[in-house]
């Protein structure tokens, strides 16, 4: 008889615990392993998958316990079934019974909001309904000009000196900017918005400060908003029908915007470590095999902006992936774990190109209802950075790379770089891969086998050696230098005699009326395209 799986809330196997004074590093009551502790998620996730199968027990700050789903089909059978998981934390069990206290340090992840992400039924079609229509509004086409034009003023910051952080100085910047356009309030994007924004995800002594700093600013957008409606993102979702309260309008710019800016800053910053470090990966873009979007999804599969996602409730006793869950336990949607399942993906050095049934975006009723405006950010974002810069290489070893990790995420420290220095660009101009210059207009166009003589006071030309630039072509589509001469023009029209002055027109020489043409001839010089 088989003994029944691991309960989270249910009486551990105490012999699995380390004895007494055993220096065991990331091990807690029951033999369960603390995420937080982890030297090296990936490797821990690949031993619980050995030991458990596709959903593990694990541990969380002050042993909170939790399960971690590691499986790609548990994932989304998870987040696709919101009548067993919601999102609604209030019915944990560690929280409702004390375990959990107000200053648990990802309090700010689990604790319930009044926002769609954690509403469900009809409270989240409301609210989720407000976003996705606000979402809808956005034209796509004017969104990549507006990355494109960021793009090319964060490098002309640096482009000088010929050398950079792409962390600091683009992958942190370009989704703030690009987002501050989006909601409506491009004049509060700088250096300070951006800084507030890392220092609250870091969770520093200043987080309330700088969390503060961003609700001011969405605050006052909302407020001139009510009173002056545009075309962006918070008007419509003011606007909209649901009839977001202040409080909700305010939460839901803050997820959109910080969720946004989170995930798309990593996901910048991990493409371009690929395409630095990694030469088979470069040489498939320069050389055509991988288009950049392609290049997005792949590291969208291999290196996810969140590695896991607080988190799921159960809603009732049910079973996931072996493994007994009672309702009230907690689960972690893993999707870094999840993305690299044996079942799916048997060979992670197979390319992925063109598969988006990655996790990346989550899934079911709370997928990413911007995952459009991420893919677009990193895709221009990446293109008009190697366009710039297409000589650009890593400036340190690899091995000197170094990230922040934690169980939400790995965020690149720094990706520091040098290449060629480059003059700064109007980033007002159209692109051009070989801008040329314009030649100079030609006061008048000559037709004729010789160049015409200019035109001097004391010759006065005969009539006979004048004909119109308009009976040749008309005055739009004026022919092109080195053209035949009129005479063969005309010789070569059936029905058409050649003029008795076949002479070039003098430059500077009135035009003669134009001869009446034939339907055959307008019907010829049609085909023709003149």
């Known amino acids: 008889m088989t003994p029944e799986p691991h309960s989270l809330t249910g009486p551990d196997d105490l012999t699995l615990d380390p004895p007494p004074g055993c220096p065991a590093h990331g091990v807690g009551p029951g033999g369960l392993h603390r995420l937080h502790e982890a030297k090296d998620l990936t490797a821990l996730y690949d031993r619980l998958r050995k030991r458990y199968g596709a959903v593990a027990p694990v541990l969380l700050h002050d042993d909170v316990p939790m399960w971690v789903v590691l499986g790609h089909a548990e994932n989304l059978h998870m987040v696709r079934t919101p009548s067993q998981f919601t999102r609604d934390s209030r019915i944990w069990t560690p929280l409702r019974e004390g375990m959990v206290k107000p200053d648990h340090p990802l309090m700010p992840h689990i604790a319930w909001q009044p926002i769609c992400s954690h509403a469900e039924g009809d409270e989240h079609k409301r609210l989720r309904g407000a976003v996705t229509g606000a979402m809808a509004t956005i034209d796509h086409r004017g969104l990549r000009r507006h990355i494109g034009r960021s793009s090319q003023r964060l490098v002309n910051r640096f482009c000088e000196e010929g050398r950079a952080d792409l962390v600091d100085e683009f992958a942190e910047h370009l989704p703030m900017a690009v987002m501050c356009q989006v909601l409506g309030m491009p004049e509060e994007y ?27 600013c969405l605050l006052r957008l909302a407020a001139r908003r009510r009173s002056r409606p545009e075309d962006d993102f918070t008007s419509h979702l003011i606007g909209h029908p649901a009839g977001l309260s202040d409080d909700e309008i305010g939460q839901h710019l803050r997820v959109v915007l910080i969720a946004a800016y989170e995930a798309t800053a990593n996901l910048l910053a991990n493409v371009l470590r690929r395409v630095l470090t990694e030469p088979g990966f470069r040489a498939q873009l320069n050389g055509g095999q991988m288009t950049v979007p392609e290049a997005v999804e792949q590291s969208l599969w291999d290196e996810p902006p969140f590695s896991t996602v607080f988190g799921y409730f159960a809603k009732q006793e049910t079973e996931l992936g072996g493994q007994r869950i009672r309702r009230g336990d907690g689960l972690l949607f893993g999707i870094a774990p999840g993305n690299v399942d044996p079942r799916v993906r048997p060979d992670l050095d197979a390319d992925m190109q063109g598969n988006r049934s990655h996790l990346a975006f989550g899934g079911g009723p709370h997928e990413c209802p911007g995952q459009d405006i991420g893919r677009a950010i990193a895709d221009v974002g990446v293109d008009a950075l190697l366009m710039r810069l297409p ?27 040098r290449f060629t220095p480059r003059p700064p660009q109007d980033v007002t101009a159209k692109p051009s891969l070989n801008p040329a210059a314009v030649p100079q207009q030609r006061a008048a166009w000559e037709i004729g086998t010789e160049r015409a003589a200019p035109a001097t006071p004391s010759a006065e030309p005969s009539a006979s050696s004048r ?15 080195g053209a035949t001469s009129v005479r063969e023009v005309a010789s070569a029209v059936p029905g058409e005699s050649a003029p008795s002055w076949p002479g070039p027109v003098p430059a500077g020489e009135p035009a003669a009326p134009a001869r009446p043409q034939g339907a055959w001839r307008r019907l010829l010089r049609w085909w023709r395209g003149y």
């Open 391 to 417: 000589d650009i290489q890593l400036d340190c070893d690899e091995e000197e790379l170094r990230w922040t990790e934690s169980i939400a995420s790995q965020h690149l420290v720094e990706l520091p770089v």
């Open 190 to 216: 700088n250096d300070r918005i951006v800084h507030a924004a890392r220092d609250m995800l870091k969770g520093t002594e200043t987080a309330i400060a700088s969390n503060q700093y961003i609700m001011d």
């Open 467 to 481: 004909w119109a630039v308009a009976s040749a072509a008309p005055s739009a589509s004026p022919a092109p230098e």
